[in-house]
């Protein structure tokens, strides 16, 4: 295990007056706090199950109502494919304690999640990077490396992937290379585990069905309440086929017995209720608008030769400024001008992206994102 120098970064981003455009969280506004009252009102009563222990997948209820909510998007499960868990970061290490042996491949997004690489790096793997263009995953690199890989002898166990408003570079996988990928999968004989956390959060254009509905089997899906509810709640959930969910469940136990209970009731009722439905369109009218004005200052402020993702949803946008300034370099200066962003190195399993950041547009308030890009480019302005 190593610690997180991203975390070390942030704590220099908290600083007051800084404009952070680091963190990866949610606007505070977007937590719906009256019906998570009026709900935890109604719960807690004399031996209310919200404080017992639970079972160890997560409360039946609570799993038969993800079960719906999956299907709406194109995946079919049934109760015993569910497993809730503590946010998805859980399930990623979960994934690892059951699947990973020192040495083993796991391929990965050239950028990718940060808590995907530190929770996969813990159990001695190697992590190969697949590189991005601006549809995702470039599938046709991807089985290239695979064949290259195999012909070395290397063992690969799985393909890590965030199709839909990636976290950090903000694109989404299109729909032929998510076809693509899960035969390669059936192919090669390996797992994808899918993590979808922003795939709710679309401000525009038409969502595409998850891998995992074209290839049920083999795809570890994940998805979380994190950006949809409410990170402190710390809930998510993996579908899997039965046989992974349950070795999934059986490392849980020794982790923690169970999610917390009271929040799976909160969450439960706040779905089954029908305030999911209708607190996500709010979420998105906002995030939209916190993009836009981004995008925008973007647009008016950085100099030429810079590069930027439009992302269609989620919270990220991806910056690639020339090549001879680095972004690690850059992140004093930035500071001392009251702004902050995470180098995109951090998210490349290969050691480059030093050009490259990412930026997060939806924690800051509305007027304070043109500011901090304007701080931004007279930063990058002054390195160039
Ligand atoms: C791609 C991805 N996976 C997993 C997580 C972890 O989310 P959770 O809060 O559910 O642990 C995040 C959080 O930012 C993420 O971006």
């Known amino acids: 295990m190593r610690s997180s120098e991203i975390r070390e970064l942030l704590e220099l ?52 109502e993800i079960v719906r909510f999956v299907e709406k998007e194109g995946i079919k499960a049934e109760v015993e494919n569910v497993l809730i868990t503590v946010g998805s970061q859980q399930a990623l290490d979960l994934i690892g304690r059951v699947f990973l042996d020192e040495g083993d491949v796991v391929l990965v997004g050239l950028p990718t999640y940060l808590g995907a690489i530190n929770a996969f790096l813990a159990y001695g793997v190697k992590l ?148 999911l439905e209708k607190h996500i369109p709010k979420i998105i009218e906002m995030y939209k608008k916190k993009r836009d004005i981004m995008l925008s200052a973007l647009e008016e402020n950085f100099p030429e030769g810079c590069k930027w993702t439009r992302p269609k949803g989620g919270m990220f946008l991806w910056v690639e400024l020339p090549k001879r300034i680095s972004t690690i370099e850059m992140f004093k200066e930035a500071i001392n001008e009251k702004v902050a962003y995470v180098h995109g190195k951090a998210f490349h399993v290969d050691g480059s992206g030093e050009n490259t950041m990412r930026l997060n547009f939806t924690n800051p308030p509305d007027e304070l994102i043109e500011e901090g890009i304007k701080r931004l480019a007279k930063v990058v302005r002054k390195r160039l």
């Open 128 to 275: 190969v990077g697949i590189p991005l263009d601006d549809n995702g995953m470039r599938v046709d690199l991807l089985e290239e490396k695979i064949k290259e890989l195999k012909s070395k002898g290397e063992k690969i166990k799985l393909i890590y992937t965030v199709p839909t408003f990636q976290n950090p570079a903000g694109v989404e996988l299109a729909e032929d290379r998510r076809k693509r990928m899960a035969e390669i999968a059936e192919e090669h004989d390996l797992l994808i585990v899918e993590d979808e956390p922003y795939s709710m959060l679309r401000f525009e254009g038409v969502a595409l069905k998850p891998i995992k509905f074209y290839n049920n089997e083999r795809v570890i899906y994940l998805a979380t309440f994190s950006k949809i509810l409410a990170p402190g709640f710390r809930l998510a959930y993996v579908i899997a086929n039965k046989e992974i969910a349950r070795k999934l469940v059986i490392a849980k136990q020794s982790v923690d017995l169970c999610t917390p209970t009271f929040t799976q009731v909160i969450a439960y009722y706040y779905i089954k209720n029908g305030y």
């Open 13 to 64: 981003s908290q600083q007051p007056g800084v404009i952070s455009f680091a963190g990866g969280l949610p606007n505070p506004n977007a937590f719906p706090v009256k019906e998570i009252r009026e709900i935890t009102n109604k719960i807690l009563v004399d031996g209310s199950k919200a404080l017992q222990y639970g079972p160890t997948p997560g409360l039946k209820e609570f799993r038969e």
